[in-house]
């Protein structure tokens, strides 16, 4: 990859750049959030003229590596104020790579009240006025560009979420079966709605495709690791069965599945919303149990949800979603929260963001516990249409619980908490804690140690080894969100011994290069420090690495545990 395109919004212009020498070695991740630490200022507001919106394919992007096709979306977050990067499935990654785009690069904020499009192709980015487009929904978005520019054409874009610069605002991609995956989390939407664009259109046509340095040395790693994925029990059987969603019985058995707004670790319900049935729901109604968010995904964590009549509702229906409005707001209806999924992705809204301030409306007394059919209601007649509640309500969890003076809101640095309740799962609330991004599990997700027993056990019930747990999770993790590999590689990278050196091989053949497994840690430190620089040049500090004090004064059953670590304790995770 061999070329910057940057756009500049306020001048209308787009050019294209060499890789600076500093950039060469970095993809994903590891490119975005050094390129918002070099052009973005720390202090500057996220939705203002300072702020940059950078997309970066991963180092392995483009290849024939399975499970490679994440792309990198990266800015400061308009949710949390810090450094934010997302990686997203879909199609562009793979179509940026075999263009040799290093990185599309957006700055600045139109003169005018105008939308526009971007357009995308190999020899660079030109600049239209949109009108047909806006106000329109993510699906209607993809719908109108394949028809005016074909079916191959990429497409990312943000729903009507986005355009409001709404604090929870996805930007959407087109997924191989034209449906939706998201740059979720941080409200990168709302970066891309002040820039008035209303969606990114990409054609690969003539790409000159991806050069290997060494095609055999590559052949015989990529084919390692891929048995490596295959060969895992979460990877290769127990995510391509029941998708992330086989976690509600396992989190509900165990006591940490965020209920009812975070007051207790169990849902009575867990068997309605669980993977299981959904998996059972999904054969009776003939959609699909198994389903790749990319071209190349062998894990195929994804699936096509039915209705009762056998007509499409929604696509990489996740775990997180749907404890979110699930075991969290107590609704106990599959349809009803796959019907909400699918207005989440047409709006364009962070569906992890969305179900927890939900919860948090519901505890404010917005609409009932349980009330699914007031859910579906509120986010089409009030967030999709901007009302005054609706602009309330799309500022996030925590501006909802500001705003009703909720007590028992779960944030970090502004973000809402998912999925894992840490009173119970120590480990996870170490990474809620430090995370340079906010609240995030995937940052470094220590469920797989503290309850699949993966890569070992570290009791979840006890403080000893979370810290460290979540120090070494959380730098590999920045180092595979470099790669533009999906997180879920890291099962058999900490069981399978043959796959972490498979992986660090196909870098190497790809760019015929020498790197080691140290190379690839300090990259993660690397990327961890320059994200925590930006964000204490941002004027956070230790303090805001803490959860909130509802965790330390109310015991969650079953185990009727607290959050019990000390600041200095939490602090320790940066010795590195």
């Known amino acids: ?108 904020l139109p003169k005018d009240d105008k939308w526009y499009g971007l357009h995308v192709t190999k020899e660079g980015v030109t600049i239209a006025e949109e009108s047909e487009l806006i106000g329109k929904g993510n699906f209607a978005v993809i719908e109108t560009i394949e028809a005016r520019l074909g079916k191959k054409t990429g497409v990312m874009t943000i729903g009507p979420a986005g355009e409001m610069k709404m604090a929870m605002a996805n930007i959407s991609v087109k997924d191989p079966d034209s449906k939706i995956r998201s740059h979720g989390r941080g409200g990168l939407g709302g970066v891309m709605g002040s820039k008035k664009i209303k969606f990114i259109s990409i054609d690969a046509e003539g790409a000159p495709g991806i050069t290997i340095a060494d095609p055999d040395k590559f052949k015989t790693a990529a084919r390692v690791f891929a048995k490596a994925l295959l060969d895992h029990p979460v990877a290769g059987e127990g995510l391509p069965t029941y998708g992330t969603n086989v976690l509600v019985n396992i989190l509900n058995e165990a006591g940490g599945l965020p209920t009812r707004n975070f007051t207790t670790g169990q849902f009575a319900a867990h068997d309605n919303i669980s993977g299981e049935t959904m998996h059972d729901t999904i054969v009776e109604r003939g959609g699909k149990t198994k389903h790749g968010c990319h071209a190349g995904c062998i894990i195929q964590c994804s699936q096509v949800y039915n209705d009762k009549d056998g007509k499409y509702v929604t696509s990489g229906f996740e775990y997180e979603t749907i404890w979110g409005l699930g075991a969290n707001c107590c609704i106990e209806t599959l349809d009803d929260i796959a019907e909400a999924d699918n207005i989440m992705d047409d709006l364009g809204v962070d569906s992890i963001e969305t179900a927890v301030m939900f919860g948090v409306a519901m505890e404010a007394g917005v609409l009932p516990f349980g009330d699914g059919k007031g859910v579906i209601r509120m986010l089409t007649e009030e967030i999709g249409k901007g009302t005054a509640l609706g602009r309330i309500l799309g500022g996030g969890t925590g501006h909802v619980g500001r705003t009703y003076g909720v007590t028992r809101v779960p944030v970090v640095k502004n973000q809402g908490i998912p999925a894992y309740d840490p009173r119970s799962v120590k480990g996870i609330g170490i990474t809620y804690a430090t995370s340079t991004m906010g609240a995030d599990h995937t940052a470094g997700y220590t469920i ?129």
């Not at 562009?92 to 990185?103: L, P, R, W």
């Not at 790197?515 to 993660?524: A, P």
């Not at 230790?542 to 304790?569: I, Q, Y």
Request: a negative charge; glycine letters at 8%.
């Open 1 to 108: 990859m061999n070329k910057i395109f940057r756009v500049n919004m306020t001048t209308l212009t787009a050019k294209v750049e060499d890789v600076p020498a500093n950039w060469a070695g970095l993809g994903g991740r590891a490119l975005t959030s050094t390129i918002v630490s070099e052009e973005v200022p720390p202090t500057c507001h996220a939705l203002g003229p300072n702020n940059k919106l950078v997309f970066a394919p991963g180092l392995l992007s483009g290849t024939a590596a399975a499970n490679s096709g994440r792309m990198s979306c990266g800015a400061k977050s308009p949710l949390t104020g810090t450094i934010k990067e997302s990686n997203a499935g879909g199609t562009s990654a793979q179509q940026f790579a075999k263009m040799g785009i290093k990185a599309l690069i957006i700055e600045g």
């Open 448 to 576: 797989a140690t503290n309850i699949l027993n993966v890569g070992g056990f570290v009791d979840p019930l006890k403080k000893d080894g979370q810290v460290e747990l979540s120090r070494n999770l959380q730098i590999a993790t920045a180092a595979v969100d470099s790669t533009g590999m999906c997180i879920f590689i890291a099962f058999p990278a900490l069981d399978i011994p043959e796959c972490l050196p498979a992986l660090i091989d196909m870098i190497n053949a790809r760019f015929g290069i020498n790197l080691t497994g140290d190379d690839v840690t300090n990259l993660g430190k690397s990327v961890l420090k320059i994200e925590r620089a930006f964000n204490q040049a941002a004027g956070f500090t230790a303090a805001d690495d803490r959860l909130p004090e509802f965790f330390k004064f109310e015991p969650v059953a079953p185990h009727n545990v607290v959050w019990d670590f000390s600041d200095e304790e939490i602090d320790e995770f940066w010795n590195f």
